[in-house]
């Protein structure tokens, strides 16, 4: 099995392409990428370098490629020192440029929808928390909603990204694990506090305590370690 260290280069060529305005829909990659079509560069995410000197970034692009007939070949550079997988994960669409912008928009618009619907369930909760605190099930539903909200915007098209273009690629995908166990905790104890007789304490307690033992470990360990002990805790 290869390491998810080190760089590759990809090279497809496409042939009989006709004359148009063509683009690609890029997703993130591991974790550095230089994109070119013809010899020209038209897309990159962080820094690509052959060592840890390279900068990681994740965010997904739209590159564009007015065509006038010829062959097309796209060459991509991608490096990876910093997560457990490098290399490009996920599928490369290429197709006209309105196709490709209408598909990159329907993702960010349904990813739009189910952030703004679990925010709005979130906020809702919380507010029959403060009228009703005996009906503590309530907070922890919305908390549950917040986890979810968030994870929305640091996934898929990572909305976030296009907020807070300067984050740290270290914080975001810390944050993206942090999600995995809050949301399941929070879940658990909302359980716990709806149907109070059929949930023991001592399970809560201990997915509440491993919770909190992996979150410690996602924060204090490079995110290459934490991304390998994230399996243990599903």
């Given at each position: 099995?290869?390491?998810?260290?080190?760089?590759?280069?990809y090279?497809?060529?496409?042939?009989?392409?006709?004359?148009?305005?063509?683009a690609?829909?890029?997703?993130?990659?591991?974790?550095a990428?230089?994109l070119?079509?013809?010899?020209k560069?038209?897309?990159?995410?962080?820094?690509?370098?052959?060592?840890?000197?390279?900068?990681?970034m994740?965010?997904?692009?739209?590159?564009?490629?007015d065509?006038?007939?010829?062959?097309?070949?796209?060459?991509?550079?991608?490096?990876?020192?910093?997560s457990?997988?490098g290399?490009?994960?996920e599928?490369?669409?290429?197709?006209?440029?309105?196709?490709i912008l209408?598909?990159?928009?329907?993702?960010?618009c349904?990813?739009?929808?189910?952030?703004?619907?679990f925010i709005?369930m979130?906020?809702?909760?919380?507010?029959?928390?403060?009228?009703?605190?005996k009906?503590?099930?309530t907070?922890?539903?919305?908390?549950?909603?917040?986890?979810?909200?968030?994870?929305?915007?640091?996934?898929?098209?990572?909305?976030?990204?296009?907020?807070?273009?300067?984050?740290?690629?270290?914080l975001?995908?810390?944050?993206?694990?942090?999600?995995?166990?809050?949301?399941?905790?929070?879940?658990?104890?909302?359980?716990?506090?709806?149907?109070?007789?059929?949930f023991?304490?001592?399970?809560v307690?201990?997915?509440?305590?491993?919770?909190v033992?992996?979150s410690?470990l996602?924060?204090?360990?490079?995110?290459?370690?934490?991304?390998?002990v994230?399996?243990?805790?599903?």
């Open positions: 099995t290869l390491s998810g260290d080190g760089c590759a280069t090279r497809l060529v496409i042939q009989g392409v006709e004359a148009g305005s063509y690609l829909k890029i997703p993130t990659m591991a974790t990428y230089r070119w079509i013809n010899e560069e038209v897309s990159s995410n962080g820094r690509v370098a052959p060592d840890k000197s390279m900068i990681p994740q965010k997904p692009a739209v590159a564009f490629y065509s006038s007939g010829e062959d097309i070949v796209i060459l991509i550079q991608v490096s990876n020192y910093m457990d997988k290399g490009i994960w599928t490369i669409y290429f197709g006209k440029r309105d196709t209408q598909k990159r928009d329907l993702s960010l349904i990813e739009m929808i189910l952030f703004g619907a709005i979130s906020l809702y909760h919380f507010g029959l928390y403060l009228f009703r605190k009906s503590s099930f907070l922890y539903f919305g908390l549950v909603c917040s986890v979810i909200a968030l994870r929305v915007i640091l996934t898929g098209e990572f909305i976030l990204v296009y907020f807070f273009p300067g984050i740290e690629w270290n975001q995908i810390k944050a993206e694990f942090l999600t995995v166990f809050g949301g399941f905790t929070f879940f658990m104890v909302f359980l716990k506090k709806l149907f109070s007789n059929d023991s304490d001592g399970i307690k201990f997915y509440f305590f491993s919770a033992f992996f410690l996602s924060i204090i360990l490079p995110v290459k370690i934490s991304a390998r994230l399996p243990l805790y599903h």
